[in-house]
């Protein structure tokens, strides 16, 4: 399939439709999870960025297969461990490396132009404290690192929110740093829920060249 398929004809739409068919369509992670899969090599490295409660750790590591790996990043001891019980529940724990780091640093982990896949979930720990909250300088410089990171040919899925306790600084940051991409090595696309009111997210895709 072509890089830019699922966006720009009926096959890459009815690509993606048969793989959120069981999942909800209008939920951003869904979304992104489908457009990721459609750029994907089994046997690569992924990189998720914000581990959270490992929803994304664990569908990297499955994509990942035996073969690749995966690095995730926290910096909430919660999180490391809630996404720990979540693989081995799975048995893909040996997939994974779970690092107790800002994903600000993910250069100490991770070597240029080494990675196939890297996924963003801006905001806070779902259920956590709402006080410890990605924020706008170093979601820049993670974006920025994992840039050189991502391999030519790679992808980077970003899921920001904005809105309630996380403002809008953040969103803001990310889109005008995104507008500074040059066209010749990135193409950068974002989505919205146009319909949706309060502040929905926004899934944006990252296409290295």
Known sequence: MCPFAVFLCPEGVKWIMK?????NLSRITDWCQAVMESRSPR??????ATMGNGNDTLFLCQMAGNEGQVLAFDIQKEALETTRELL???GVHSRARLILDGHQHMERYAGP???DVICFNFGYLPGGDHRIATS???SVEAVEQGLRILKKGGIMSLCIYSGGDTGFEEKEALLAFLG?????????IVNAYYNR???PPVPVFIFKE
């Open 197 to 199: 009111g309060n502040h």
């Open 113 to 115: 132009e080494s990675a």
């Open 43 to 48: 046997g690569g490295l992924y990189i998720d």
């Open 136 to 138: 706008p300088a170093t």
């Open 88 to 90: 081995e529940k799975h």
């Open 19 to 23: 793989r959120v068919e069981k999942k």
């Open 180 to 188: 500074t991409l040059p066209p010749r090595r990135y193409t950068v």
